[in-house]
């Protein structure tokens, strides 16, 4: 005998978990670099949808949904077999994009097809639909990703469909098991037939995993969502892997972290956009020299697109002593960052001019030379 709760506080779990470790990814990322302010809401939204679909789930007649799909099931075949596969299986699909439970059967030309049966469905080929289940349960609207909303609201969306999908295959497999054996009033399947039941992505696309059970064979089948491609949203993943370059906060938390210091510094930096600006701290002058290009020029002559490089500006401000220039480098360096500029190029010399330290690569600026 399934336990019901037990089965849905197993799939459940690894939203808990998943939620758990973004946390602890972030924290540390945050105790390393700072910032993390962002991204830490986008997992707060995150969080309170998973708890509000686990309590919707938890709340769920799951003992009435299962009496229902034997219901359902029955009715289907009640007086009439299933067909078989060219392997001579009974073998049904779960579309996952659909929430449906189908059949394949032979087709003419020997391969497996869809079999249009289940008289009581609008979609013939369909035996069992749980798509207004699924709707319910997983809601809609309510996670957000401030940077690419339509991935992170797919995958989010997804895991639950998946957690969904999970549960039901684990209250479903022992249903065909007793109706194969028949051990379900009414209902004749053929005799010494190997159930199969396909998890796939469409009922046309390839198995994602694929579940067998001959006569005899044990009801009871557990299977975990992340058999059938449950993961980490990508949206969050990324931003936690790029967690330096995409948090502005972070990333300014590293240069002071990471920043070694000399009597002459140079910092490139470029936006995705094509605008650079280069920053160079000279402590003996007391000097801070900035180059800034904007985005390259388009110029458009019918059928022909000129890219010009932008002319660039070159501003010099003095200061009264090397510590308010060191001060002023910094703010220089925190409004760069702030305004999405990510460093490309780090130059430090000391006193005698020679290059201590060379990281990246430094932005050409060949109108420098020329004046």
């Not at 709760?5 to 946390?23: I, N, S, Y």
């Not at 799951?62 to 596969?85: C, I, K, N, S, Y």
Request: glycine letters at 8%; a negative charge; proline letters at 2%.
């Amino acid at each position: 005998m399934v336990n019901i709760d037990e089965l849905v506080g197993e799939q459940l779990e690894l939203l808990r978990k998943k939620d758990v470790e973004f946390r602890r990814r972030l924290a540390k990322l945050q105790q390393a670099y700072g910032g993390g302010s962002r991204l830490s809401e986008e997992l707060d939204k995150l969080e309170a949808s998973d708890r509000a679909f686990a309590n919707r789930v938890v709340a769920y007649d799951w003992v009435g949904l299962g009496e229902t799909m034997v219901d359902r099931l029955r009715q289907a075949f009640l007086g009439e077999a299933p067909a078989v596969d060219a392997s001579g299986r009974i073998a049904f699909y779960f579309d996952l994009e659909r929430a449906e439970i189908g059949l394949r059967g032979r087709g003419v030309g020997g391969g497996d097809v869809r079999v249009r049966r289940a008289r009581l469905f609008g979609k013939r080929e369909v035996v069992l639909d749980l798509a207004l289940v699924f709707d319910e349960l997983v809601g809609g609207g309510q996670h957000t990703s401030s940077v690419y909303p339509i991935v992170f609201s797919h995958d989010a969306e997804r895991n639950r469909r998946l957690v969904l999908t999970a549960t039901v295959i684990e209250l479903l497999w022992p249903q065909l098991t007793a109706m194969a054996r028949g051990e379900v009033e009414g209902v004749r399947f053929p005799e010494h037939r190997e159930l199969r039941l396909e998890i796939a992505a469409s009922a046309s696309g390839a198995a994602l995993l694929t579940l067998t059970s001959r006569e005899g064979a044990v009801d009871d089948v557990r299977i975990s969502a992340v058999q059938i491609g449950f993961g980490a949203e990508r949206e969050i993943e990324r931003q936690l892997d790029e967690y330096v370059e995409v948090d502005a906060d972070a990333n300014y938390g590293r240069f002071l972290k990471e920043r070694q210091t000399g009597a002459y510094e140079r910092r490139d930096f470029v936006e995705p956009l094509g605008r650079s600006w280069s920053v160079r701290l000279d402590r003996e002058r007391y000097e801070i020299e900035e180059y800034q290009r904007e985005r390259p020029i388009l110029t458009i002559k019918r059928a022909v697109r000129l890219l010009d490089a932008a002319p660039f500006v070159r501003t010099v401000e003095a200061f009264a002593s090397e510590a308010l220039a060191d001060e002023g480098y910094e703010r220089k360096v925190r409004l760069i960052i702030d305004q999405g500029f990510r460093q490309v190029y780090e130059e430090i010399c000391g006193v005698s001019g020679v290059a201590e330290k060379q990281r990246g690569t430094a932005l050409s600026w060949e109108e420098i030379a020329e004046n």
